[in-house]
């Protein structure tokens, strides 16, 4: 079992920028990838960012180059830093953390918005 705790998300205005934070805890030594999804009201869960353990990092085509997502692998945390943020962003956000043996676990969830 991982668990994982999310803090950051809030709001921001057009331009803006937030951080998110992701802890791992539990059976980290199975985890194979660590990243995040989101999903707006009446769409689909979608990928934003995720980071391998040998560092591949892989960006939906929507937030490359305001996106940056990382990883500190002596806290087990994985952040996403959202720079030039636009409305279309806002979302609930899901940290996601992929097993070698194919299990996914999920955080809670937490609130992007994005509004001026």
């Known amino acids: 079992q991982v668990q994982l705790v999310e803090s950051g998300g809030g709001s921001a205005q057009p331009g803006g920028s937030l951080r998110l934070s992701c802890a791992a805890s539990g059976s980290i030594d199975r985890i194979y990838t660590m990243g995040w999804y989101r999903q707006a009201p009446g769409k689909q869960r979608e990928l934003v960012a995720v980071?391998?353990?040998?560092?591949?990092?892989n960006y939906a085509d929507s937030v490359k180059g305001r996106f940056t997502i990382s990883a500190d692998a002596t806290k087990n945390t994985v952040y996403l830093q959202m720079n030039s943020l636009k409305p279309e962003d806002t979302a609930v956000y899901h940290c996601?953390?992929?097993?070698?043996?194919?299990?996914?676990?999920w955080g809670q969830g937490t609130q992007v918005t994005v509004s001026s």
């Open positions: 980071i391998g353990r040998g560092g591949v990092i």
């Open positions: 996601n953390v992929a097993t070698r043996f194919g299990d996914n676990y």
